[in-house]
Protein backbone atom coordinates (compact mmCIF):
# COMPACT_ATOMS: atom_id res chain seq x y z
CA UNK A 1 0.00 0.00 0.00
CA UNK A 2 1.15 3.50 -0.60
CA UNK A 3 2.50 5.33 2.26
CA UNK A 4 0.34 8.07 3.79
CA UNK A 5 2.98 10.47 4.79
CA UNK A 6 4.53 12.51 1.93
CA UNK A 7 8.34 12.19 0.82
CA UNK A 8 10.29 13.75 3.61
CA UNK A 9 8.27 13.35 6.42
CA UNK A 10 9.66 10.51 7.68
CA UNK A 11 8.16 6.60 7.38
CA UNK A 12 4.48 5.81 8.45
CA UNK A 13 3.69 4.13 11.69
CA UNK A 14 3.07 0.58 11.66
CA UNK A 15 -0.36 -0.78 12.26
CA UNK A 16 -1.03 -2.44 15.31
CA UNK A 17 -4.18 -4.50 17.08
CA UNK A 18 -4.71 -1.06 18.31
CA UNK A 19 -5.43 0.33 14.21
CA UNK A 20 -8.47 -0.40 11.93
CA UNK A 21 -7.01 -1.46 8.78
CA UNK A 22 -9.94 -0.70 6.72
CA UNK A 23 -10.09 2.81 7.91
CA UNK A 24 -6.23 2.51 7.06
CA UNK A 25 -7.00 1.95 3.54
CA UNK A 26 -9.31 3.75 3.22
CA UNK A 27 -7.05 6.97 4.10
CA UNK A 28 -5.33 5.07 1.59
CA UNK A 29 -7.35 6.34 -1.18
CA UNK A 30 -8.06 9.55 -0.21
CA UNK A 31 -4.06 10.27 -0.15
CA UNK A 32 -3.44 8.62 -3.81
CA UNK A 33 -4.10 11.67 -5.24
CA UNK A 34 -0.75 13.24 -6.68
CA UNK A 35 -0.54 17.26 -7.68
CA UNK A 36 -2.93 18.12 -9.69
CA UNK A 37 -4.62 15.07 -10.35
CA UNK A 38 -8.50 15.10 -10.88
CA UNK A 39 -9.92 11.76 -11.55
CA UNK A 40 -8.24 8.71 -11.16
CA UNK A 41 -9.77 5.22 -12.24
CA UNK A 42 -10.65 2.31 -10.21
CA UNK A 43 -8.01 0.58 -11.65
CA UNK A 44 -5.25 3.70 -10.94
CA UNK A 45 -6.27 3.91 -7.13
CA UNK A 46 -5.93 -0.07 -6.65
CA UNK A 47 -2.61 -0.12 -7.97
CA UNK A 48 -1.44 3.12 -6.17
CA UNK A 49 -2.95 1.57 -3.00
CA UNK A 50 -1.70 -2.32 -3.35
CA UNK A 51 -5.39 -3.41 -2.95
CA UNK A 52 -7.29 -5.42 -5.34
CA UNK A 53 -9.62 -3.62 -7.48
CA UNK A 54 -12.43 -5.33 -5.35
CA UNK A 55 -11.69 -4.07 -2.12
CA UNK A 56 -10.66 -0.91 -3.40
CA UNK A 57 -14.12 -0.10 -5.03
CA UNK A 58 -15.84 -1.18 -1.50
CA UNK A 59 -14.04 1.28 0.27
CA UNK A 60 -14.56 4.16 -2.07
CA UNK A 61 -18.15 3.78 -2.46
CA UNK A 62 -18.18 3.91 1.67
CA UNK A 63 -16.22 7.14 1.10
CA UNK A 64 -18.80 8.31 -1.26
CA UNK A 65 -21.47 7.77 0.96
CA UNK A 66 -19.67 10.69 3.29
CA UNK A 67 -18.78 12.53 0.25
CA UNK A 68 -15.11 12.20 0.28
CA UNK A 69 -15.16 11.09 -2.93
CA UNK A 70 -17.16 11.24 -6.16
CA UNK A 71 -17.84 8.72 -8.61
CA UNK A 72 -17.78 10.33 -12.38
CA UNK A 73 -20.11 8.43 -15.08
CA UNK A 74 -16.98 7.07 -16.44
CA UNK A 75 -16.32 5.12 -13.51
CA UNK A 76 -13.18 7.35 -12.50
CA UNK A 77 -13.13 8.73 -9.27
CA UNK A 78 -12.36 12.28 -7.50
CA UNK A 79 -11.97 13.87 -3.91
CA UNK A 80 -15.28 14.87 -2.27
CA UNK A 81 -16.51 18.31 -1.30
CA UNK A 82 -16.22 16.59 2.61
CA UNK A 83 -12.28 16.21 1.51
CA UNK A 84 -12.13 20.03 0.98
CA UNK A 85 -14.10 20.94 4.37
CA UNK A 86 -11.57 18.59 6.42
CA UNK A 87 -8.81 20.44 4.72
CA UNK A 88 -9.81 23.92 5.20
CA UNK A 89 -10.82 23.20 8.79
CA UNK A 90 -6.84 21.94 9.26
CA UNK A 91 -5.47 25.14 6.96
CA UNK A 92 -7.36 28.06 8.35
CA UNK A 93 -6.39 26.79 11.85
CA UNK A 94 -3.09 28.11 11.07
CA UNK A 95 -3.09 29.93 7.91
CA UNK A 96 -5.94 32.52 9.02
CA UNK A 97 -4.68 33.66 12.31
CA UNK A 98 -1.23 34.19 10.94
CA UNK A 99 -1.79 36.11 8.26
CA UNK A 100 -4.89 38.17 9.29
CA UNK A 101 -4.18 39.72 13.09
CA UNK A 102 -1.11 41.80 12.14
CA UNK A 103 -2.95 43.39 9.70
CA UNK A 104 -5.40 43.76 12.32
CA UNK A 105 -3.47 44.84 15.00
CA UNK A 106 -1.55 47.55 12.80
CA UNK A 107 -5.09 48.87 11.50
CA UNK A 108 -5.77 49.42 14.79
CA UNK A 109 -2.75 51.06 15.57
CA UNK A 110 -2.97 54.17 13.11
CA UNK A 111 -6.88 54.24 13.95
CA UNK A 112 -6.73 54.06 17.82
CA UNK A 113 -10.06 52.20 17.37
CA UNK A 114 -10.97 48.76 16.62
CA UNK A 115 -10.25 46.73 13.57
CA UNK A 116 -12.40 43.46 12.96
CA UNK A 117 -12.49 41.41 9.78
CA UNK A 118 -15.26 39.93 8.63
CA UNK A 119 -16.75 36.66 6.66
CA UNK A 120 -19.50 36.13 4.78
CA UNK A 121 -22.25 33.40 3.77
CA UNK A 122 -25.48 33.44 2.63
CA UNK A 123 -26.91 36.94 3.67
CA UNK A 124 -25.00 36.63 6.73
CA UNK A 125 -21.46 37.74 8.38
CA UNK A 126 -19.74 37.13 10.96
CA UNK A 127 -16.61 38.69 12.85
CA UNK A 128 -13.80 35.89 12.24
CA UNK A 129 -10.89 37.95 14.39
CA UNK A 130 -11.39 41.25 15.93
CA UNK A 131 -8.15 43.60 17.32
CA UNK A 132 -9.46 46.03 20.07
CA UNK A 133 -8.35 49.29 20.62
CA UNK A 134 -7.43 50.84 23.78
CA UNK A 135 -10.94 52.19 24.30
CA UNK A 136 -13.20 49.56 22.68
CA UNK A 137 -17.03 49.41 23.40
CA UNK A 138 -17.47 46.42 25.56
CA UNK A 139 -21.11 45.44 23.65
CA UNK A 140 -19.31 45.49 20.19
CA UNK A 141 -19.96 42.24 17.65
CA UNK A 142 -18.19 38.60 19.89
CA UNK A 143 -16.48 35.78 17.37
CA UNK A 144 -19.14 33.82 15.84
CA UNK A 145 -21.94 36.47 16.35
CA UNK A 146 -24.00 35.84 13.05
CA UNK A 147 -24.94 39.38 11.56
CA UNK A 148 -27.15 41.08 8.77
CA UNK A 149 -25.23 41.58 5.35
CA UNK A 150 -28.17 44.33 4.73
CA UNK A 151 -26.94 46.45 8.65
CA UNK A 152 -23.60 47.92 8.98
CA UNK A 153 -20.78 49.34 7.12
CA UNK A 154 -18.87 46.09 6.67
CA UNK A 155 -22.21 43.84 5.67
CA UNK A 156 -22.95 46.91 2.93
CA UNK A 157 -19.47 46.66 1.45
CA UNK A 158 -19.66 42.75 1.11
CA UNK A 159 -23.04 43.68 -0.69
CA UNK A 160 -21.30 46.36 -2.61
CA UNK A 161 -18.42 43.65 -3.70
CA UNK A 162 -20.94 40.71 -4.65
CA UNK A 163 -22.69 43.08 -7.55
CA UNK A 164 -25.63 44.27 -5.49
CA UNK A 165 -27.87 46.67 -7.42
CA UNK A 166 -28.84 49.69 -6.16
CA UNK A 167 -27.27 53.79 -6.03
CA UNK A 168 -25.75 52.96 -2.49
CA UNK A 169 -24.01 50.26 -4.23
CA UNK A 170 -22.80 52.33 -6.52
CA UNK A 171 -21.43 54.57 -5.00
CA UNK A 172 -19.56 52.27 -2.60
CA UNK A 173 -17.87 50.82 -5.45
CA UNK A 174 -17.07 53.98 -6.86
CA UNK A 175 -15.36 55.39 -3.58
CA UNK A 176 -14.17 52.13 -2.29
CA UNK A 177 -15.42 51.74 1.25
CA UNK A 178 -17.85 52.82 2.91
CA UNK A 179 -19.08 54.01 6.57
CA UNK A 180 -22.01 54.29 8.92
CA UNK A 181 -22.89 55.36 11.92
CA UNK A 182 -25.86 53.98 14.45
CA UNK A 183 -26.94 51.68 11.76
CA UNK A 184 -26.67 48.23 13.38
CA UNK A 185 -26.36 49.54 17.10
CA UNK A 186 -27.37 53.44 18.39
CA UNK A 187 -24.06 53.12 20.02
CA UNK A 188 -21.15 52.40 17.12
CA UNK A 189 -20.12 53.45 13.90
CA UNK A 190 -17.67 51.97 11.34
CA UNK A 191 -16.03 52.58 8.37
CA UNK A 192 -15.33 49.29 6.05
CA UNK A 193 -14.16 47.64 2.80
CA UNK A 194 -14.20 44.58 0.94
CA UNK A 195 -11.63 42.09 0.97
CA UNK A 196 -10.87 40.36 -2.29
CA UNK A 197 -8.65 37.44 -2.78
CA UNK A 198 -7.56 35.17 -5.99
CA UNK A 199 -9.20 36.35 -9.25
CA UNK A 200 -11.01 39.01 -7.23
CA UNK A 201 -13.34 36.43 -5.19
CA UNK A 202 -14.64 38.21 -2.56
CA UNK A 203 -13.41 37.47 1.27
CA UNK A 204 -15.30 39.41 3.39
CA UNK A 205 -14.64 43.09 4.66
CA UNK A 206 -12.09 44.50 7.24
CA UNK A 207 -13.51 47.49 9.63
CA UNK A 208 -12.60 50.21 12.00
CA UNK A 209 -14.86 50.78 14.61
CA UNK A 210 -15.44 52.64 17.74
CA UNK A 211 -18.14 54.30 19.59
CA UNK A 212 -20.22 57.01 17.30
CA UNK A 213 -19.65 60.09 19.74
CA UNK A 214 -15.87 59.76 18.64
CA UNK A 215 -16.06 58.33 14.77
CA UNK A 216 -18.03 61.30 13.68
CA UNK A 217 -18.36 61.50 10.10
CA UNK A 218 -15.36 63.47 9.48
CA UNK A 219 -13.07 60.95 11.27
CA UNK A 220 -14.54 58.15 9.44
CA UNK A 221 -13.72 59.41 6.14
CA UNK A 222 -9.96 59.87 7.73
CA UNK A 223 -9.81 56.30 8.68
CA UNK A 224 -10.98 55.22 5.24
CA UNK A 225 -7.80 55.26 3.14
CA UNK A 226 -6.30 52.83 6.07
CA UNK A 227 -9.07 50.73 6.20
CA UNK A 228 -8.71 50.15 2.19
CA UNK A 229 -5.06 49.54 2.73
CA UNK A 230 -5.66 46.92 5.15
CA UNK A 231 -8.20 45.36 2.94
CA UNK A 232 -6.07 45.34 0.23
CA UNK A 233 -3.13 43.90 2.33
CA UNK A 234 -5.57 41.16 3.76
CA UNK A 235 -6.38 40.70 0.11
CA UNK A 236 -2.68 40.05 -0.66
CA UNK A 237 -2.35 37.84 2.22
CA UNK A 238 -5.61 35.61 1.86
CA UNK A 239 -5.06 35.21 -1.98
CA UNK A 240 -4.34 31.69 -2.25
CA UNK A 241 -6.64 30.61 0.73
CA UNK A 242 -10.15 29.39 -1.02
CA UNK A 243 -12.96 31.42 0.81
CA UNK A 244 -14.08 28.10 2.63
CA UNK A 245 -11.01 27.86 4.90
CA UNK A 246 -12.58 31.43 6.25
CA UNK A 247 -16.04 30.45 6.58
CA UNK A 248 -15.00 26.42 8.02
CA UNK A 249 -14.04 28.77 11.25
CA UNK A 250 -17.30 30.10 12.29
CA UNK A 251 -20.71 28.22 12.75
CA UNK A 252 -23.56 29.55 10.71
Not at 32 to 37: K, L, S
Not at 129 to 150: I, K, Q
Not at 151 to 167: D, N, R, S, W, Y
Not at 185 to 190: C, F, H, L, V
Request: with cysteine; aromatic share 6%.
Amino acid sequence: MRPLLQPGDGEPPELTRDHVQAVHRAVGLLTAFHGDEQFLSLAELARRTGMHKPTALRLARTLALSRLLVQRDDGAWRLGPAAGWIGSRYQALFDAESAIEPILRRLSVLTGESASFYVHEGNLRSCLMRFDGPDARPDHPRSGELLPLELGAPGHVILAALGQPGELYERIRRRGYHYARAERSTGAASVAAAVRGAQGLVLGAVSTSGPVERLTAAVLRAHAPHTVAAARQLGAALGGMPSTALRATWHP
